[in-house]
């Protein structure tokens, strides 16, 4: 594992928001992450129907994309949303992990461009599709 990967695997496990929605980094490198997030019934946006509250996804969704951009050959040390657009494309079926996979594909000097898709056991089906900007902080790299 590279300097980088490993920068970015700590910053997502030290991260308090994503340790309290139980998200787990499944695999990183070259610019593409994985991160899941087990169902967690206190998450559920929907009582009725025990649907993973859409707030959820899109912290799951902008974590993997920002450690996307942090394990990008040309990435930087850190980075932080500029822009991110979700379309949600169902609901998450209750009871099953949501798993975030997120490509960082293309870097300028400044600002990088992410794509994710979130699936769950389902994996055919989307759950909800990014696209967004990420400012690109190579500190001293």
């Known amino acids: 594992m590279s300097d980088i990967e490993t920068i970015a695997r700590q910053f997502i ?3 308090p928001h994503a ?23 206190r998450l559920v946006g929907d009582p009725e129907t025990g649907v993973i509250h ?11 994309s920002g450690a996307s951009v ?5 990435g930087g040390l850190s980075t932080a949303t500029l822009d991110l657009r979700i ?12 798993r975030t996979r997120a490509e960082c594909h293309h ?6 461009f992410v794509r994710a898709v979130a699936t769950d056991d389902d994996e055919g089906r989307p759950v909800a599709m990014a696209t967004g900007a990420f400012t690109v902080d190579r500190g001293s790299r």
């Open 70 to 74: 942090m394990c990008h050959p040309a």
């Open 54 to 64: 859409g707030g959820a996804v899109s912290a799951l969704m902008d974590t993997a």
């Open 19 to 41: 340790q309290a929605l139980g998200m787990r980094l499944e695999s990183i490198g070259d610019g593409v992450v994985v991160i899941s997030m087990p169902y967690d019934a």
């Open 107 to 112: 870097v300028t000097r400044s600002i990088a």
């Open 87 to 98: 379309d949600y494309m169902r609901p998450a079926t209750p009871g099953q992990t949501i």
């Open 13 to 15: 496990e030290a991260l």
